[in-house]
């Protein structure tokens, strides 16, 4: 097929890689403008137009595509069969949607309609899912409400946190992408609806999506990390500065009863901290404001800390 490809991070690369391998014609590609990024805020490129000029592709960078003469005139001009849409990160225009005669198909990380929104996979392991996949759709006006193609299930290990399953699902995503193609191409695929009575929201993470609540209790608050790496992460304070909490594990402490949720429990070099429903969390990794992170025996050397020390204050 003749396609253009719109995909902005790390987990459209594959699919836009196996779309060469499998020969369709990308005539363009579309990704985001480069942005400043790290320590030293250089502007950086999308990892989609790394891998496109690296395979000679045409790329292009608009700030914005609804009200685009430019990009419409150029995709007019190539009359793709289809518009391949893997986490581009802007919204699709009615114009864009009614071009291409199979539509603009996008790959979504999860099983909709659940989990419809900009981090699909973070909330799923942020909820505890035991599975998650990958779904094409046709998209049509709405959030990720268009209709089904094809899906894939993948079972989510409970030590899996979303660095961890990401590259997993963008690789499963690809080869998806790729039988969609051509079972559209054979018409074999008849599109569903999605039942809306099934819908939940996966939005945008914020930085306080990863401030930990020690009211809840132990296995909400490990599965929320999970879902929130690289980032926001999960944090806390003590004695008003950040902790980061890099590395944490529900368990099990003997005797320990009526624990206010949020205090610590020290003890030989271990640290816990008291959850909801008197559940508690190893903090096993951690770093403070400042410094470089540490185990909890390295942090607790450095600390005049005793056992009731609230965190989150």
Known sequence: MKLAFCGTPAFAVPTLKLALRAGHDVALVVTQPDRPAGRGQQLTAPPVKTIALEAGLRVTQPEKIKNNPDLREELEAIRPDAILVVAYGRIIPKWMLDLPRFGNLNLHGSLLPKYRGAAPVQWALAHGEHATGVTTMRLDEGLDTGDILLQRQMAVAPSMTATDILPLLAETGADLMMQTLVELEAGRIVPRKQDESQASLAPLLTRDDGRVDFSRPAMTIYNRWR????????????????????????????????????????????????????????????????????????????????TGTPLGN
Do not use: N, S, Y
Not at 234 to 263: D, M, S
Not at 270 to 294: H, K, N, S, Y
């Open 227 to 306: 879902g929130f790496q690289p980032w926001p992460g999960a944090w806390t304070t003590l004695h008003g500065k950040k902790l980061t909490l890099h590395r944490l594990l529900p368990t099990e402490v003997r005797g320990a009863r009526g624990a206010q949720p949020g205090t610590l429990l020290l003890d030989e070099g271990t640290m816990f901290a008291a959850c909801g429903d008197g559940t508690w969390i190893e903090l096993i990794e951690v770093q403070p404001e400042g410094r470089r992170r540490m185990t909890a025996a390295e942090f607790l050397r450095g600390q005049a800390l005793a």
